[in-house]
């Protein structure tokens, strides 16, 4: 089944052996409409990498020191995850990575027509996903924005999404940035993520989502380095890669 993604299919390695993720980027490297966004080599590093880069699928190892692949699942928001495929030397995890949802389940070395019929069904559950957005944006009605609940020395406030400038991860807490105030939630920035609309919000670093309707401009230090410039002047650094940042500015 022909893809009908509007963009190409944005593709995360993560294997703590460096041939086995050589092997795989070679093959997938030939694949016109996949684009490999990143490489990692333990699970800390795939999950930071997963809130950076917000890739389409995920090819995942299992036995990694540290945090293992099950693991790595755990810690990412089950409502915005991406498509993960598992791939390993060993075939007794198998039932457990099914009932993780993970969508297929290749051991190593892959072999390319197994790794065919794996990238078909990538391609047909994106394909499905896209479908089914486009079928809900096509209501009369478009729901009122959520508000936030905001408890700070015995008073409630309440901010509307359309009200904040930017999010500021704080530990556990965060921190809404709403003109000339500033709100603290006991929410992490994973799942302030999920419940943030996200056609008009993006998670630009490990520790900043701006609203997208604040971005005036991005531009780059001579020192290096990227910020999203907002309408009142701040300036929010920008780990995410700039051009997919500006290419959502552009469609907003």
Known sequence: MASTQPHPIRVLLVDDERIGRTRLRMMLEREPDLKIVGECSDGRAAVDAIHEH????????????????????DRLNPRHRPIVIFVTAYD???VRAFE??????????????RLARTLARVRE??????????????????????????????RTSFVAVDEIDWVEAAGNYAIFHVGKLNHMVRETMTALEARLPRERFLRVSRSAI??????????????GGDSA???????????RNPHEVAERLAVL
């Open 54 to 73: 917000d890739p389409d699928l995920v090819f995942l190892d299992i036995n990694m020191p540290g945090v293992d692949g099950f693991e790595v699942l």
């Open 92 to 94: 007794e995890h198998a």
């Open 100 to 113: 993780a949802s993970a969508l297929d389940y290749l051991l190593k070395p892959v072999a390319p027509e």
């Open 125 to 154: 559950r994106l394909a499905l996903e896209s479908s089914t957005r486009a079928g809900t944006t096509d209501c009369d009605e478009t729901p009122a924005p959520p508000r936030f609940v905001v408890r700070s020395r015995g």
């Open 210 to 223: 701006v609203n997208l309707r604040r971005v005036k401009e991005l531009v780059s230090a001579p020192a």
């Open 229 to 239: 410039v907002l309408t009142d002047g701040q300036h929010i650094p920008v780990t």
